[in-house]
């Protein structure tokens, strides 16, 4: 009671305190969940509010940034990280975090994900997974998993999803985590390893959409997905020890790669270096 | 600066960089490459930035990203590019965000002709992004005017608050002239406004003083919200009718209320003239030859010179041509400003000379629609 207490004490420092509220979520929406971690992580590294900058594409996911007190922006849909890219490349002392859905990551911005995770710019991309579109009423999205009934797959979704934290390793990025909104100790370390990496950094968030896709599939309440998140996910050290078969339809936790690579502004530090030097 | 034989894109770049831009977002495309070429090498040089993104969407996008940031902001592309730029060119006139977009036009539709000029993206500049909203758009038509006409470019979109479209077209870009430079402090740049209240008093979008609020950079100690959703004062999405009004009458206001200052054009003997020739870009050099041409014949032919295309210089043009019969308005398309035009003169005044095969509109064309009128 104690700790709660003192955690909403912390959010409330963070949130903006005016006519926002109550947000535009669904009682019961993961999304929220992710926000709070956001904001511990960030109140746990001590960082300046006013060198946070917190952008977003379009979509539930993509409502976030209104709700905190940083620098933030609400941008085109899929195109969150290409702004962020502009905003960090002219303010690098800045903590650039992009907050996006994953029709908004890896559908409409799927060419801008794999290529700020290639460039290594250091961006914290925070994916927050909830196999659909959300916002536009429960559509199949690029995590949809195979089988399952979407709005416009009425006759269950015929495509493969992408795994997104195995698509960011091999697409370049420096840090690669996954948790889910039920883990919220893991998620939030992870956010804080994330934030604290100087290149690319991505965790993807496993959620959920309990009006739309929840609803189509007869998936329960909000308590029963997160249970499902709960008993359906495994760690990344437990699921090396199993087979493909066993691993099947399982969600793995974890850091997937800690890697230190060249950051993007910084090698153009460099680079203006090398031109003023050609230069004299 | 001394004298220097230079290209139009070379122009744009240098123009550019005199108005103090110190971003740049781009994908290559022909006719508009050379200015990423050449901001890629002089950006650092000035301690700016390059990046050459993933297409024109994400470069559109990181100039916006760049513009809040505090830096003055451009991309560089040509009709497929400028197609795919639209979306975020409407979130800059949405949000507020000061950046310049630069098309150098080439024959389209579609992939077209990339190596031929073309006016036909005039429309687009006014009307390519969904919804209204205010745009500014210049048009070159020598070396010497595109590099003042890019300075120009990041003054309104500073002053204005407000994304500047530069229509330049492939032969002003591509075309190489003797420019005499201006010197550099002869340059006049317009800086972003700032902000006279504290943090937490600051509103975005604040108008009791000015239609054109300060915008802070982010990262300087002013948090507040943009987003393309119709907003507030604070910049946070507002579901209030009378808001979403004030912002639609203000953001219109702010453009319409300085017309003075935004409408750029020259105008040569129209005073006693029979026949006024009106045109711009690339076009604007055969209509001066032409003018010429018929004036050696005796004819009393007015000219004007249109650089800025959007707004419309609506009272410039009616009250040249309200003595007037005949209007010919010559265009590297299908009759585009024409429209315009016919808007504001009587239409059976306009005659229109139009040319979509990817070639210059040439000088004996226009001098047959001038001496069709006189004769
Ligand atoms: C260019 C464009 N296309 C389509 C839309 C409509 N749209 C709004 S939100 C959304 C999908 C959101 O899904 P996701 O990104 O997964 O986020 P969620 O709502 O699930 O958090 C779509 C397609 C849009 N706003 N812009
Ligand atoms: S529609 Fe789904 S994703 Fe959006 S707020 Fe509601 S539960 Fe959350």
């Known amino acids: ?280 | 600066m001394p004298a220097r034989l230079m290209q139009g894109d070379e122009a744009c770049a240098e123009g550019a960089l005199a108005g103090g831009c110190r971003f740049f977002a781009g994908y290559p495309i022909t006719p508009a490459t050379e200015i990423a070429e050449i901001l890629a090498r002089r950006l650092p040089q000035v301690g700016g930035k390059f990046i050459q993104m993933e297409d024109e969407i994400a470069s559109m996008a990181a100039v916006i990203g760049a513009s809040i940031g505090g830096a003055k902001a451009m991309t560089a592309t040509s009709g497929p590019g400028f197609s795919l730029m639209q979306e975020n060119i409407g979130y800059a006139a949405m949000a507020e965000i000061p950046c310049v977009i630069v098309d150098v036009q080439r024959l389209g539709p579609s992939t077209g002709r990339p190596t031929s000029p073309s006016q036909g993206d005039v429309m687009q500049a006014r009307w390519g992004t969904h919804g209204d909203h205010p745009i500014i758009a210049l048009s070159p038509s020598s070396v010497r005017e595109t590099l003042d006409l890019t300075v120009q470019a990041f003054n309104f979109s500073e002053r204005y608050r407000t994304p500047v479209i530069l229509l330049m077209d492939e032969v002003v870009g591509h075309m190489r002239e003797r420019v005499e430079l201006p010197r550099a402090e002869t340059i006049k740049r317009v800086e972003r406004p700032v902000t006279t209240v504290p943090p937490e008093w600051y509103k975005p979008y604040e108008d009791s003083v000015s239609d054109v609020p300060p915008l802070v950079p982010f990262g300087e100690g002013y948090r507040y919200h943009v987003t393309g959703l119709h907003h507030d004062e604070r910049g946070c999405p507002t579901d209030h009718l009378e808001k979403i009004q004030a912002w639609s009458d203000r953001v219109f206001r702010k453009i319409d209320s300085s017309l003075s200052d935004i409408i750029l054009y020259e105008e040569d003997g129209i005073a006693d003239a029979n026949v006024l020739v009106i045109a711009y870009g690339a076009t604007a050099r055969s209509a001066w030859h032409a003018v010429k041409l018929a004036r050696e014949r005796g004819g009393k032919i007015g000219f004007l010179k249109l650089k800025t295309i959007w707004p419309f210089a609506e009272e410039v043009v009616e009250h040249a041509a309200a003595r007037l019969h005949h209007v010919v308005v010559p265009e590297m398309n299908r009759g585009q400003l024409v429209l315009e035009v016919e808007r504001v003169v009587a239409r059976n005044k306009v005659h229109r000379v139009n040319r979509t095969d990817g070639e210059m509109v040439h000088p004996g064309d226009i001098l047959a629609a001038i001496e069709e009128r006189i004769l």
């Not at chain 1, 437990?238 to 502004?265: C, H, M, N, W």
């Open chain 1, 1 to 280: 009671m104690r700790a709660q207490r003192t955690e909403s004490r912390v959010h409330g420092r963070y949130l903006r305190h005016s006519k926002e509220f109550p947000n535009i979520w669904c009682a019961g929406c993961g999304i929220g969940i992710v926000l709070a971690a956001i904001i511990r992580a960030v109140d746990g590294l001590q960082l300046d509010k006013n060198e946070v900058a917190m952008l977003s594409g379009i979509g539930c996911t993509g409502r976030m940034p209104v709700y905190v007190d940083f620098n933030t922006m609400h941008t085109t849909h899929g195109r969150a990280l290409a702004f962020a890219t502009g905003l960090k490349m002219v303010r690098p002392e800045m903590k650039v975090l992009v907050v996006m859905g994953d029709g908004d990551a890896l559908a409409i911005g799927g060419n801008h994900f794999i290529h700020a995770a290639r460039r290594n710019i250091g961006l914290t991309a925070i994916v927050v997974n909830n196999a659909t579109y959300g916002m536009t009423g429960g559509q199949s999205s690029p995590t949809t998993p195979t089988g399952v009934r979407t709005a416009t797959a009425p006759y269950g979704h015929i495509e493969q999803p992408f795994p997104v934290a195995e698509l960011a390793v091999t697409a370049g990025a420096a840090f690669v985590a996954r948790s889910t909104v039920f883990h919220v100790r893991e998620l939030e370390q992870y956010l804080s390893q994330a934030i604290s990496k100087e290149g690319f950094a991505v965790v993807e968030v496993m959620s959920y959409c309990h009006t739309t896709l929840g609803r189509l599939n007869r998936w329960g309440t909000p308590a029963e997905m997160m249970r499902r998140l709960r008993d359906d996910s495994l760690t990344l050290k437990r699921a090396e020890s199993l087979s493909e078969a066993e691993k099947q339809g399982k969600i793995v936790r974890g850091v997937f790669v800690d890697r230190d690579l060249p950051e993007y502004t910084q090698l153009y530090e460099r680079v203006i270096e090398r031109a003023q030097a050609e230069r004299v």
